[in-house]
């Protein structure tokens, strides 16, 4: 009788324990069924609006930047860097970005290599020169040589500098031309998130913006820059002429144009960026509302999968502006190395030459390497504003959907 009693407790215990898993399993399956057709649903979405952006210009960049620099960068294509976003991975290997990077830094300081010598060089056979003239009197050929030798030095030192000019000023028109290309995928994103208001005032305010700012950039500050390193030169030639004054004020009026430059250009992304999404929020948040009460059933399933599209439209539109963020910063990277490399060889060379006796020539390759940091800070203030401009471009959509929840 009581091994009876004791079979059916067991019975029951594994009656209990065993009954359960079927009637979830039945309940489980067909979830995970619509789950799994809600995300091949939402893939197809996706391809389809990558489709109809024609994010071929992305690619085409990536290619330029490859035959450009290839030794020094990984292989990219838009649809890796989309791969690698939507399983959670960066988007480029840094080890392999740094490994290129310090190679092309190590090539540009190589070349520099062949200046630094020259002008050892010429500092040597000033320094020469000098000796002479303090030892013979101070005759009128003495004087007329170690003049020719100190501008030799200038001219040679003037040379790479303006080439660091030029392809700062080529990085901002690049930068320029690829941001015209990505601001309307962007801005089209952006709508399809449900900032309408936001994307018609930003784009015609973002294009003409950052327009001016490279104008300003490379036909007044750069010039400025340019005009005040040569005005330093002229200032070391002799001790009766000196501008260095005037050098140092042109030096000072740019940077306060770059800092009111960038003043205005954050102020005016700020007030119509926030304005434009709150409005945006409030207006989606309100039809979503009305949706959802004054059309039975149908509004809120409507509703769900409006924000269930627009947040697979926020990632893709992250993964754009990711991309651009990427190209901007490669298309700016090898220019602003070339222009440290060539500041360090200009501090090496003064250092070098000031034991020689020639402190003016040191003095004078010291502001040229002053200078070249200045154009350095200058690019980097650009730059940062074409990456202040994506990131609240991507942001903004993480704020209507925020306003909208």
């Known amino acids: ?3 009876k009693i004791v079979l059916h ?8 324990l065993v009954l359960p898993f079927p009637l979830e399993a039945r309940e489980v ?11 091949s649903l939402l893939d197809k979405h996706l391809e389809e609006q990558i489709r109809e952006l024609n994010l071929e210009g992305l690619d085409r960049y990536l290619e330029e930047l490859e035959r450009e620099a290839g030794a020094y960068l990984p292989s990219l294509r838009w649809r890796d860097i989309w791969d690698r976003i939507r399983h959670g991975e960066l988007p480029v290997d840094p080890e392999e970005v740094a490994r290129g990077l ?3 830094l190590f090539r540009e300081l190589w070349a520099g290599v062949k200046l630094l010598s020259q002008l050892v060089i010429l500092a040597v056979a000033g320094a020469v020169l000098h000796n002479l003239q303090a030892a013979f009197g101070e005759g009128t050929a003495a004087k007329v040589a170690h003049g020719v030798v100190f501008l030799a030095l200038m001219g040679l030192a003037l040379t ?5 000019l030029q392809a700062a000023s080529q990085a901002i028109d690049r930068m320029v031309s690829f941001f ?3 601001l309307p995928v962007l801005v089209t994103l952006l709508a399809a998130t449900g900032g309408l208001t936001t994307s018609s005032l930003l784009q015609p305010v973002l294009t003409y913006s950052l327009i001016i700012a490279g104008t300003v950039t490379r036909g007044t500050i750069f010039p400025l820059i340019y005009l005040g390193a040569i005005l330093s030169l002229v200032s070391h030639i002799s001790d009766r002429f000196q501008i260095s004054r005037l050098a140092g004020l042109l030096r000072q009026f740019s940077l306060a144009l770059l800092g009111l430059m960038l003043t205005l250009f954050t102020g005016v992304l700020s007030i119509y960026g926030i304005g434009g999404s709150v409005a945006d929020g409030l207006g989606l948040r309100a039809a979503e509302f009305a949706t959802s009460s004054f059309v039975p059933v149908v509004g809120k399933i409507l509703s769900d999968a409006v924000a269930t599209v627009a947040g697979t439209t926020l990632l893709l539109k992250t993964a754009v502006g990711i991309t651009g963020v990427i190209i901007i910063s490669f298309l700016v990277v090898f220019p602003l190395l070339k222009i ?3 500041a360090l060889v200009y501090r090496v060379a003064a250092a070098l030459v000031q034991p020689f006796g020639e402190n003016q020539l040191s003095d004078a390759l010291e502001g040229m390497g002053g200078a070249l940091l200045l154009l350095f800070a200058c690019l980097i203030g650009v730059t940062l504003m074409f990456y202040l ?5 991507v942001l903004l959509g993480n704020l209507l959907v925020a306003l909208r929840g």
Do not use: C, D, H
Not at 9 to 16: A, E, M, Q
Not at 160 to 164: E, I, R
Not at 389 to 393: E, M, P, S
């Open 9 to 16: 407790k067991v019975l029951i215990i594994l009656f209990i």
């Open 389 to 393: 401009t994506i990131g609240v471009l």
């Open 160 to 164: 790479p500098f303006t080439l660091a």
């Open 102 to 104: 310090a190679g092309y």
């Open 1 to 3: 009788m009581r091994w």
């Open 340 to 342: 440290v490399s060539l």
């Open 29 to 39: 399956v067909p979830v995970l069924k619509e789950e799994n057709e809600m995300a």
């Open 180 to 182: 015209q290309s990505l």
